[in-house]
């Protein structure tokens, strides 16, 4: 079993920014990746943002190309979304997800509101 606890969402005017965290009770290298989604209301959930536990990147959405910037702490098993240059269509819950070869995991999600 493993735990995923996002923090760091909140309300935040367009044009500011925010930084999530999605802290995972066991080494992060016990996965194969870790990854942020989002889902908005009445919109499918959607990948924002994956990485590996060696820090590579492997995918952006188009929509946060420049403005999101995945990343991972590996002593403090732990992985980041820094969000910039908000927009109000950045609204959404954010969920944290880690993917291993005996299964996937999901956080509780983490609500991001941007005012326009």
């Known amino acids: 079993q493993v735990q995923l606890v996002e923090s760091g969402g909140g309300l935040v005017q367009a044009g500011g920014s925010l930084r999530l965290s999605c802290a995972a009770s066991?080494?992060?290298?016990?996965?194969?990746?870790m990854a942020w989604y989002r889902q908005a209301p009445g919109k499918q959930r959607e990948l924002v943002a994956r990485?590996?536990?060696?820090?590579?990147?492997?995918n952006y959405a188009d929509s946060v190309k420049g403005r999101f910037t995945i990343s991972r702490s590996t002593a403090k098993n732990t992985v980041y979304l820094q969000m910039n240059n908000l927009k109000p269509e950045d609204t959404a819950v954010y969920y944290c997800?880690?993917?291993?070869?005996?299964?996937?995991?999901w956080g509780q999600g983490t609500q991001v509101t941007v005012s326009s």
């Open positions: 990485i590996t536990p060696g820090g590579v990147t492997l």
């Open positions: 066991r080494n992060i290298f016990s996965f194969q990746n």
């Open positions: 997800n880690a993917a291993a070869t005996w299964g996937t995991s």
